[in-house]
């Protein structure tokens, strides 16, 4: 048993976030059973909020509810991946738009002053990754920044776009978004590649920057760069074997 280890009012979304990652991860393959009893006893935790992160991962189209015999997981494919990132550019694109003048300058300029480190030090570690500088992060301590500044932006742009239903979609659906990303991103940091993080970091600084300027088409289509780019990104690191694999 691995017990969760969140508060007790985050643990139905720390439950929807350790499966969803198993089964986009491939850990937990397409047609793998999961009851409620057993992953109550796995987590450590009581049947509702096992129940309760079953019917969020069937919401976003993760898993299939049986009745009375739990879930099952589906195939996420790279096809269902482009469709997602299709879904998240229409609703990421229309929040930029509507977050352009909303958002504070001095929240927009330290966003701007994060990404240029991070920029920076993306293209130092792509670079000298045969010869690593004394002067570049330890991966693992840049990618949990640069995951904090892709959060933050993107919460940022959500909360100030001033459409409480767009602002609750994107919420529900970012865990999914957020998945797909630190999958292809664990990816990258076990080949040492650096190089979607320096990416990464110039597409958000151009968005910020747009949004700084006033332009909200600009920033749209920065952002839809940014979401379409990374999607190929998140396709390829979707496992393709989707045999029945056992629960745990």
């Known amino acids: 048993m691995s ?9 139905r979304q720390t439950l929807v976030e350790s499966l969803l ?13 999961l009851g409620t009893r057993q992953l109550s006893e796995r987590f450590g935790v009581s049947a509702t909020p096992v129940r309760e992160a079953l019917i969020a991962l069937a919401g976003i189209g993760i898993v299939d509810l049986l009745p009375n015999r739990g879930a099952v997981v589906r195939r996420v494919s790279a096809e ?26 001095a929240d927009l300029h330290a966003l701007a002053e994060d990404l240029k480190v991070l920029k920076d030090e993306g293209r130092r570690m792509k670079d000298e990754k045969d010869a690593p500088s004394s002067f570049c992060l330890h991966p693992s301590a840049f990618i949990d920044r640069a995951r904090a500044v892709d959060n933050r932006l993107h919460d940022l742009i959500a909360s100030s776009c001033g459409n409480r239903f767009l602002a609750r979609e994107i919420s529900r659906l970012k865990v999914l978004f ?3 990303r630190d999958i292809s991103w664990e990816q990258e940091e076990a080949r040492n590649d650096f190089h979607r993080l320096a990416e990464e970091a110039h597409e958000h600084l151009a968005i910020v920057e747009a949004l700084i300027a006033g332009h909200a088409e600009k ?30």
């Open 3 to 11: 017990s969760l280890k969140c508060d007790h009012g985050r643990r």
């Open 80 to 105: 269902e991946v482009r469709e997602v990132c299709e879904v998240r550019c229409v609703l990421e694109c229309e929040a930029v738009r509507c977050s352009t003048g909303r958002i504070t300058l």
């Open 178 to 180: 957020r998945v797909f």
């Open 219 to 248: 920033a749209a289509g920065a952002m839809a760069l940014h979401i379409r780019t990374g999607g190929r990104y998140w396709g390829r690191a979707v496992p393709t074997n989707g045999a029945a694999a056992k629960t745990h």
């Open 21 to 33: 990652a198993e089964i986009c991860a491939g850990r937990l393959r397409a047609g793998a059973h």
